[in-house]
T-cell receptor, first 116, second 113 residues
Framework: AQKITQTQPGMFVQEKEAVTLDCTYD???????LFWYKQPSSGEMIFLIY??????QNATEGRYSLNFQKARKSANLVISASQLGDSAMYFCAMRVVGTSYGKLTFGQGTILTVHP | EAQVTQNPRYLITVTGKKLTVTCSQN?????MSWYRQDPGLGLRQIYY???????DKGDVPEGYKVSRKEKRNFPLILESPSPNQTSLYFC????????????FGPGTRLTVT
């Protein structure tokens, strides 16, 4: 079975500073993908960044980067130069190719609040 | 524009009154899925479909039905809704069951009284 753990229920950051949101995962499948989604107060799920288990380099998308440490089974999201619009719930999720039939397994989420 | 649409976006209903939440995607994706989101639990998969006429249970299928008669549509059916099905529901689709990104619909907020 797969599991995603997000240990930070809430995080606060000052505008223009960087913030790291933690995510650890557990799977015995060697082929998997790790995702981060943003959910603003309006409710939609916005895809931010993807990291494949065989990718050699950490994924980056604009101000978002994923700190992938395979041996430690962690996939932390780093947001640089935080903006007020980054205030939202953030979900880490994993998808394996094996027996989970394409299911995305989600963590419980982290609420990020950006202060001016 | 590539998208997943859901209707209705908001629904308040009473216990036992059958309802259907529609989901449609225009990306020719094979894989479609329904999730429900509850506070403190993240999103959990209800049902999924790997192609037309191929559906199977996810982690929390009790009280729900689905069908996949066309590739683009994947409706979620609640035959006899109960208050514990009050939740935020998301439909999602992806190219296949592999590690590709899943595209989410805007969500349907359901309240069962």
């Amino acid at each position: 079975a797969q599991k995603i753990t997000q240990t930070q229920p809430g995080m606060f950051v000052q505008e223009k500073e960087a913030v790291t949101l933690d995510c650890t995962y557990d799977t015995s499948d060697p082929s998997y993908g790790l995702f981060w989604y943003k959910q603003p107060s309006s409710g939609e799920m916005i895809f931010l960044i993807y990291q494949g288990s065989y990718d050699q380099q950490n994924a980056t998308e604009g101000r978002y980067s994923l700190n992938f440490q395979k041996a430690r089974k962690s996939a932390n999201l780093v947001i640089s130069a935080s903006q007020l619009g980054d205030s939202a719930m953030y979900f880490c999720a994993m998808r394996v190719v094996g027996t989970s039939y394409g299911k995305l397994t989600f963590g419980q989420g982290t609420i990020l609040t950006v202060h001016p | 524009e590539a998208q997943v649409t859901q209707n209705p976006r908001y629904l308040i209903t009473v216990t036992g009154k059958k309802l259907t939440v529609t989901c449609s995607q225009n990306m020719n994706h094979e894989y479609m899925s329904w999730y429900r989101q509850d506070p403190g639990l993240g999103l959990r998969q209800i049902y999924y479909s790997m192609n037309v006429e191929v559906t199977d249970k996810g982690d929390v299928p009790e009280g729900y039905k689905v069908s996949r008669k066309e590739k683009r549509n994947f409706p979620l059916i609640l035959e006899s809704p109960s208050p514990n099905q009050t939740s935020l529901y998301f439909c999602a689709s992806s190219l296949d069951r592999g590690t590709y990104e899943q595209y989410f619909g805007p969500g349907t907020r359901l309240t069962v009284t």
